[in-house]
């Protein structure tokens, strides 16, 4: 048992492999904080991205439908392929994808917010409604996509937590 006790405490003594078992776990800690903010990053760039995208989308809506054609709609046959194609048409190309396309009329309240009002048949008079009598309802083009994020690394980094659908929403004003 004495033989044992003192090979017990020579191998505890024994500090030659310390350093390597201190690269091991600080190597490991820093491999998975690079790998997380390569993730982070990464979802970063492509959350813009599609941002971008959907932006283009709601451009399109209004090079496409000109005012003649408002509200676009119902009144643009060519509306959806147009906004499908300038959303597909940016670095994501087709794994970005159309959502739905809405249209109506809004106002604004008195702090400035965009406060829904009618659908495309039934334009309001005015703005009364929301304490604005003297302002006209403008009508609205929205424009929404889809995205489907795919991390790099999913069981080890935080993205997991974030949304795996990227979805943005951008609005222009169609009159």
């Known amino acids: 048992?004495?033989?044992?006790?003192?090979?017990?405490?020579?191998w505890r003594a024994e500090r030659s492999g310390s350093a390597a078992i201190e690269l091991a776990v600080i190597g490991s800690i820093l491999a998975v904080a690079a790998m997380n903010a390569a993730e982070v990053g990464r979802y970063a760039v492509y959350s813009n991205a599609v941002g971008s995208a959907t932006q283009a989308g709601a451009e399109a809506a209004l090079v496409t439908c000109d005012p003649a054609h408002t509200p676009a709609t119902t009144n643009c046959p060519?509306?959806?392929?147009?906004v499908t194609t300038a959303i597909q048409g940016t670095a994501l190309g087709t794994q970005v994808s159309l959502s739905g396309i809405t249209e109506g009329f809004y106002c604004l309240n008195g702090s400035n917010q965009l406060i829904y009002?009618?659908?495309?048949?039934?334009?309001?008079?005015?703005?009364?409604?929301?304490?604005?009598?003297t302002l006209r309802s403008v009508l609205?083009?929205?424009?929404?996509?889809?995205?489907?994020?795919?991390?790099?690394?999913?069981?080890?980094?935080?993205?997991r937590a974030f949304p795996q659908a990227i979805t943005r929403t951008s609005w222009m004003r169609m009159l």
């Open 1 to 10: 048992m004495i033989g044992i006790a003192s090979k017990l405490a020579a």
């Open 78 to 82: 060519t509306l959806t392929t147009a």
């Open 117 to 133: 009002m009618a659908d495309v048949n039934n334009q309001p008079a005015d703005c009364s409604s929301v304490g604005q009598p």
């Open 140 to 159: 609205y083009l929205q424009v929404s996509t889809t995205y489907a994020y795919q991390a790099m690394f999913p069981q080890l980094t935080m993205v």
